[in-house]
């Protein structure tokens, strides 16, 4: 069982720069979530999906960012003109819908804007 | 709204130690409550969760959180310290069908 697999786990990129995260859930899990983490900080939470619908978006999540899950299965991240304070680490997870909220994390895609 | 809050950012005991790591919660709705782990440049792990069954959760690791309602606490406790155990604590919680929200975590220090 392959468990949360996102890439690429790190990605340095120029200031204005788009850059763009994948993340594969857990196969059988239909929901899938974006969390950011900063230094010293808990995730905060961006988004989530179940199947192919967007159900949920924070305020965090600015116009710059977009997210897609096209067939249900896999989910991208973008971020459009990246800022240094997009500088951050990117969390996918994944949950079955009926499940009692625990979430099985990914090992994290880390942006750092110069 | 719902909220969740660790007292403490950093912790620091000597290895053989009692871990107390704590976390309150703050919800109009019977929460449930996970305790995560994370070590250095990686994603969260479960150490256990409290889904409304015994109040008492015994997790990984020799962790085990126990809830008080009247209290709203989920405190994490583990009776003897190891060096393994340094890492980065983060408090969660849900009503069940909204994404998890966590708190700020807490940072645990193993001394030998």
């Known amino acids: 069982d392959t468990g949360v697999s996102q890439n690429p786990r790190h990605k340095i990129t120029k200031r204005g720069q788009n850059v763009t995260f994948r993340c594969d859930p857990i196969s059988e899990h239909n929901r899938l979530y974006w969390y950011r983490q900063t230094l010293g900080q808990g995730p905060e939470f961006l988004t989530y999906f179940q199947n192919e619908a967007q159900l949920e978006k924070s305020r965090l999540l600015s116009d710059r960012f977009s997210a897609e899950r096209p067939k249900g299965s896999f989910s991208t991240l973008e971020i459009q003109r990246t800022e240094q304070g997009d500088s951050a680490m990117y969390l996918c997870a994944s949950s079955l819908t009926l499940g009692n909220g625990e979430l099985f994390f990914g090992e994290g895609s880390r942006l750092t804007v110069l | 709204a719902q909220s969740v809050t660790q007292l403490g950012s950093h912790v620091s005991v000597s290895e053989g130690a009692l871990v107390l790591l704590r976390c309150n919660y703050s919800?109009?709705?019977?929460?449930?409550l996970f305790w995560y782990v994370q070590y250095p440049n990686q994603g969260l792990q479960l150490l256990l969760k409290y889904t409304s069954a015994a109040t008492l959760v015994k997790g990984i690791n020799g962790f085990e959180a126990e809830f008080k309602k009247s209290e709203t606490s989920f405190h994490l406790t583990k009776p003897s310290a190891h060096m393994s155990d340094a890492a980065e604590y983060f408090c969660?919680?849900?009503?069940?069908?909204?994404?998890?929200?966590f708190g700020k975590g807490t940072r645990l220090s193993v001394i030998a």
């Open positions: 919800s109009s709705v019977p929460p449930y």
């Open positions: 969660g919680f849900s009503s069940g069908n909204t994404p998890l929200v």
